[in-house]
């Protein structure tokens, strides 16, 4: 019985995780249509600044940096925080 409630922890956490993830948006990776799609206050013009700078500087280290890019501010931010990732690939 132990047995059997540890492996359905083990399931509802694999499962809850994969919803917590599904929602977020990588701003390394995702293409202009995603991210003025699914970004709160951004459309297809801060979408376009916002891949025109990661391709400049080599992509985002951290989500913090969006604030850098023309037309982002600390309020989109900070509507955004919940849903976005800067992964990094490590090339080494």
Request: proline share 0%.
């Amino acid at each position: 019985m132990r047995y059997l409630r540890q492996l359905l922890l083990l399931a509802f956490l694999c499962v809850s995780s994969q919803f917590a993830l599904a929602g977020t948006i990588d701003i390394n990776s995702a293409n202009a249509e995603v991210l003025a799609a699914e970004l709160h206050g951004v459309g297809a013009k801060k979408a376009a600044e916002i891949i025109k700078y990661r391709e400049a500087n080599g992509g985002f280290k951290s989500i913090e940096e969006l604030i850098n890019v023309k037309g982002i501010g600390g309020t989109i931010l900070e509507k955004n925080r919940g849903r976005i990732v800067a992964g990094v690939d490590d090339e080494e």
